[in-house]
């Protein structure tokens, strides 16, 4: 079974540009979790959906960013415009309905802005 | 005081050697408790979950002390391939949240 799916793996873009980050939940998962990890930070929570809808976005550091989830299988983290601050790695995961905790990680986006 | 404390490391331990970790938490009312293990520039995986009465899965042995808020993760006979970080995780009062900690670096040298 693939695993979760995240688009694109590196980006490098300019301050001031729009940045899309992209992912592909695993199939049958009801719950999927944007996660940002810095040095100084460590891994953090941005933003959770439960069956699509938007539950927890506590973790969404500032409106420059937004996250969308239009069906079960695909969900978008929007930056715009972007900022050398937001220069990290981008972790989707997701996890499937009821059961034990474990969420399982696609294999990140490392955006860095310039 | 941070959710999830980890001791930062670096551990540089001989093959063979026994290493533990150690993690503190700040909510009590934490449910669930985890080790996650993160290879470089790669996503966290599910090393094991932690359970109340302490559990092991074969060279590694999981303990949880809910009246000091401690964690600890022990790896004995530590190989090669233990090099990784190791993330404490624990829940919050709701369910789906992980709070991790910053993590603590290994490195099993030959």
């Known amino acids: 079974d693939a695993g979760v799916i995240q688009s694109p793996r590196h980006e490098v873009t300019e301050m001031g540009q729009e940045v899309t980050l992209r992912c592909k939940p695993i199939s049958g998962h009801n719950s999927l979790f944007w996660y940002r990890q810095t040095m100084m930070r460590g891994l953090e929570l941005l933003i959770y959906?439960?069956?699509?809808?938007?539950?927890?976005d506590s973790g969404m550091p500032e409106d420059r960013f937004s996250a969308k989830m239009p069906n079960a299988s695909f969900s978008t983290l929007k930056i715009q415009p972007s900022e050398p601050r937001d220069s990290a790695v981008y972790f989707c995961a997701s996890k499937s309905r009821g059961g034990p905790y474990e969420q399982y990680f696609g294999p990140g986006t490392r955006l860095t802005v310039t | 005081r941070k959710e999830v404390e980890q001791d930062p490391g670096p551990f540089n331990v001989p093959e063979g050697a026994t290493v533990a970790f150690n993690c503190t938490y700040s909510n009590s009312a934490s449910q669930s408790f985890f080790w996650y293990r993160q290879d470089c520039r790669k996503e966290p995986k599910l090393l094991m979950s932690?359970?109340?009465s302490g559990n092991e899965d074969g060279r590694f042995t999981a303990q949880l002390n809910r009246a000091s808020q401690y964690i600890s993760l022990l790896i004995r006979d530590s190989k090669l391939s233990d090099s990784a970080t190791y993330l404490c995780?624990?829940?919050?009062?709701?369910?789906?949240?992980?709070?991790f900690g910053k993590g603590t670096l290994l490195t099993v040298n030959p």
């Open positions: 995780v624990v829940t919050g009062g709701s369910n789906y949240k992980l709070t």
């Open positions: 932690v359970y109340s």
């Open positions: 959906f439960n069956n699509n809808v938007p539950i927890d």
